[in-house]
Antibody, heavy 120, light 108 residues
């Protein structure tokens, strides 16, 4: 069974940093690209980033470029998102999701999310 | 960025009803359109990929259609467990995926 479990969220002051983690199991992690998606309280979904299976290709949405860094450790079956220079508008639940390419790209499995709250 | 617009924003229907949600893209995205279901407090779940392909394990009462700029998600026989918010998502623009704003489905 595919499982994705996020951790590392919490309450942080504006300008602060966090490192979010996503532990993967139930599939061959190093065969799949991964993405991060977030959801502000009561709002819709926002795609943040993509990292390929070998980390050679990385994309970010414009609003987080230069502040967020995605990485992975295939030996540990782990995905990471380093989030820096946090702002109030970064308050959200952060989901990791598995990228699959069948006909078109899509996200076929999602974790339960980890909450990041930015407040003084 | 490609903008995705869903309608309606919310709807209320009776059990057994046929429900249709529309998603429009600001430019042609061929069939690079996916649908997700999100129940309250839960993670999104993939329902449909490539506009009309049912994800494994998803009930056959869900179906998708469309191409280019116009797409629909249909629930043919609404069940109580279908109460959720539904999102369309384009994956045409490799550098920037975008979601629709969501359609909240409730039972009358």
């Amino acid at each position: 069974e595919v499982q994705l479990v996020e951790s590392g969220g919490g309450l942080v002051q504006p300008g602060g940093s966090l490192r979010l983690s996503c532990a993967a199991s139930g599939f061959t992690f190093n065969n799949y690209g991964m993405s991060w998606v977030r959801q502000a309280p009561g709002k819709g979904l926002e795609w943040l980033s993509y990292i390929s299976s070998t980390s050679t290709t990385i994309y970010y949405t414009d609003s987080v470029k230069g502040r967020f860094t995605v990485s992975r450790d295939n030996a540990k079956n782990a995905l990471y998102l380093q989030v820096n220079s946090l702002r109030a508008e970064d308050t959200a639940v952060y989901f990791c999701a598995r990228y699959r390419m069948v006909i078109v790209p899509h996200l076929d499995y999602w974790g339960q999310g980890t909450l990041v709250a930015v407040s003084s | 960025d490609i903008q995705m617009t869903q309608s309606p924003s919310s709807l209320s229907a009776s059990v057994g009803d046929r429900v249709t949600i529309t998603c429009r893209a600001s430019q042609s995205i061929n069939n690079y359109l996916n649908w997700y279901q999100q129940k309250p407090g839960k993670a999104p779940k993939l329902l449909i990929y490539a506009a009309s392909n049912l994800q494994s394990g998803v009930p056959s009462r869900f179906s998708g259609s469309g191409s280019g700029t116009g797409f629909t998600l249909t629930i043919s026989n609404l069940q109580p467990e279908d109460v959720a918010t539904y999102y369309c998502q384009q994956s045409y623009n490799t550098l920037s995926w975008t979601f629709g704003q969501g359609t909240k489905v409730e039972i009358k």
